[in-house]
């Protein structure tokens, strides 16, 4: 149930944006938790978006992994 | 394919889990066992769907907590929702609601019976139709831990119709990590935590475990190369003999969490004891309405008394699968009395449930 996917956020107005889950799959989600523009990535739970994600991190997660594996050679 | 596809499928690139699957197995204790413990039923879900079990060496153990907020709803709280919808009230609820067991009956039961019970997808949802239809009275049955409390929250702070209110369940996930590690023989060496209450609650509320009770605990995503990442940083932890709280999803979890969202539930919400199925009380574990926002408190406006409710039917073990004390297979009517098409237990109803996580995944593989 904290099942949370994340989308791309097309448009803007007040409280709501339309969002992008993929694939042309688009939602109106609440994003009031959030400070978010439009072409952010957020992640979507239960019709809100919970955070905002930037790509840079996701990256940085996946060198986390190649230091920490490396590391442990 | 979007960038955030294309990174899914690196965290599920198989040569990549062998290579942390042979660091694990390197790392493992020769002697005696590593217990780790998530209290997650989305982590479940992904242990099982991709067979992660099946790669660790057989004395490093991953066993699933009370990670299923739908579960873990006593019968008493379903009840009173029951209780409404039989006196003409509208339920509105996430679809995994629907049929989780109360004293006598679920939902479903009294929707088949002629109630008006619904399901939405938001609680947004629920306040739209509750507008389009003023003339009846309306109750969400907000089910969910830190990940779906702050929706409820803003809805609860944004004025809703005066048809409207909230019949809350939600819980925290954080008091009950810390019961289970009172829980004698179940001799837990580390927590992967939650990703996306983590999103919301940030690090902080994590820091005791490894503080107070030299627990390494991870806070992990959910694709396959999160959790097994996550299973080799609490091994390392152990091989090394420290306890620290880690990190393993910084893409979705900063160390503050979510402030607006924490600002949110703050200024809805205050804590209390809350009853969990399967586990009694525990301190500081749920979250009621403020005062202020009383007039949307359905127990408040329909004056409802919580009353002692039937968690556990006779011959049902979930209080043991919901604490991870024995595996959905260990139970006599798992695939037998009790199926995903006929449940008994609440572990089977929702899609997070550990036995129906099994029922889907295990039975398949054997
Ligand atoms: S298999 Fe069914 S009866 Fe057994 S513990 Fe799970 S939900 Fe309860």
């Known amino acids: 149930m904290c099942l949370a996917i994340p989308a791309k956020i097309m448009s803007l107005s007040g409280d709501k944006a339309n969002v992008d889950f993929g694939q042309g799959v ?16 957020v992640l979507v739970h239960a019709g809100y978006a919970i955070q905002t994600l930037e790509e840079k991190e996701a990256l940085e997660t996946l060198s986390l992994w190649n230091d920490i594996l490396a590391a442990g050679e | 394919m979007s960038s955030f596809a294309a990174d899914s499928l690196k965290f599920r690139n198989p040569q990549l889990a062998q290579n942390i699957a042979q660091k694990i197995k390197a790392l493992a204790p020769k002697k005696g066992k590593v217990k780790i413990c998530h209290v997650c039923g989305t982590h479940e879900w992904t242990i099982t769907h991709f067979g992660l079990r099946s790669l660790l060496p057989e004395n490093v153990e991953v066993i699933a907590g009370p990670g299923c907020p739908v579960c873990i709803v006593p019968a008493a709280e379903i009840d009173e929702a029951v209780q409404l919808a039989r006196k003409g009230v509208v339920v509105t609820c996430f679809g995994d609601v629907l049929r989780v067991p109360g004293s ?23 306040l739209q139709i509750a507008k389009q239809e003023p003339d009846k009275e309306f109750v969400f049955s907000a089910v969910g831990f830190e990940t779906t409390a702050p ?4 809805e ?8 409207f209110s909230f019949l809350t369940s939600h ?12 829980v004698g023989d179940l001799e837990i060496d580390g927590f992967i935590a939650p990703g996306h209450v983590s999103a919301i609650i940030g690090l902080k509320p994590y820091e005791l475990f490894p503080r107070i009770y ?49 600002e949110m539930m703050n200024k809805a919400f205050t804590v209390t004891a809350g009853n969990w199925r399967g586990i009694g009380r525990i301190p500081d574990s749920a979250l009621q309405l403020r005062e202020s926002l009383s007039d949307y408190d359905a127990r ?27 595996k959905p297979k260990e139970c006599p ?34």
């Open chain 1, 26 to 41: 688009l939602r109106e989600v609440n994003v009031s938790l959030v400070d978010a523009k439009v072409g952010d990535y």
């Open chain 2, 104 to 126: 006598e009956g679920s939902l479903l039961d009294a929707k088949a019976a002629g109630a008006d019970v619904r399901i939405v997808y938001a609680v947004s949802d629920a």
């Open chain 2, 151 to 154: 929706s409820t929250a803003v």
């Open chain 2, 156 to 163: 609860a702070l944004g004025n809703p119709p005066k048809n």
């Open chain 2, 171 to 182: 819980r925290l996930i954080p008091p009950a990590m810390e019961l289970l590690l009172g």
């Open chain 2, 214 to 262: 030299r627990m390494p605990t991870v806070v992990a995503g959910f694709e396959p190369i999160d959790v097994l990442m996550a299973v080799y940083m609490i091994v390392k932890q152990v091989s090394e003999g420290t306890a620290l709280l880690e990190n393993e999803y910084p893409r979705v979890v900063k160390p503050e969490g979510n402030p607006k969202a924490l």
């Open chain 2, 300 to 326: 408040q406006k329909f004056g409802m008394r919580v009353k002692q409710g039937k968690d556990i039917l006779l011959g049902c073990e979930c209080h043991l699968v919901i604490i991870g004390k024995i």
């Open chain 2, 333 to 366: 009517m798992f695939m037998k009395a009790c199926t995903p098409a006929k449940p008994v237990g609440a572990c089977m109803v929702s899609s997070e449930g550990t036995c129906r996580v099994w029922a889907k995944n295990v039975a398949v593989q054997g």
